[in-house]
């Protein structure tokens, strides 16, 4: 199936915030399990100013990866690819994940500031999708 430039750039820009968040984690986070399996092995980088520090080592991976997901629901639900209810759901998995590491099922620590983080980018976002939305001619 061949997309049109439009969700192309839109899987693109998708692609390379993730990327950010994972060199994000590289720069500044090197101990995480991805970077243990992987095998890579590198010095964390060292900011002096603390709410710079703060935002790159707890925050800034959250918001690319949330970014990330809002922009692939906002692309299969233009596309139709996804329903109503799979929108919900694929929105709620940032929340699940912290939940999920509050209850010890996956490695993590919980934070109700990462909880808030998301409703943000989430809310931001669907106040910006009727002026991302257009009309798609796409064929599927």
């Known amino acids: 199936m061949k997309f049109s ?6 899987f ?13 984690y590289l720069l500044f986070q090197p101990g995480i399990i991805l970077f243990k399996w ?9 900011i002096k100013n603390n709410g710079i520090r703060l935002f790159f080592t707890g925050y800034f991976s959250d918001i690319a990866w949330c970014f990330s997901l809002c922009l692939i629901v906002f692309a299969l639900a233009e596309l139709k690819f996804i329903k109503p209810s799979g929108k ?8 699940i994940t912290e939940v999920l590491q509050y209850a010890g099922f996956i ?12 409703v943000i980018v989430i809310a931001l976002f669907v106040l910006l999708y009727p002026k991302l939305k257009t009309t798609v001619y796409e064929k599927i």
Not at 5 to 10: N, S
Not at 12 to 24: D, E, F, K, R
Not at 38 to 46: E, W
Request: avoid cysteine; glycine fraction near 8%.
């Open 12 to 24: 693109s820009l998708t692609l390379l915030i993730l990327l950010s968040g994972v060199v994000n």
């Open 38 to 46: 992987i095998g890579i092995g590198v010095k964390p980088s060292v």
């Open 88 to 95: 919900i759901l694929l929105l709620s998995l940032p929340f």
């Open 5 to 10: 430039f439009r969700y192309q750039f839109i």
């Open 107 to 118: 490695k993590g620590t919980f934070d109700w500031y990462d909880i808030l983080t998301y």
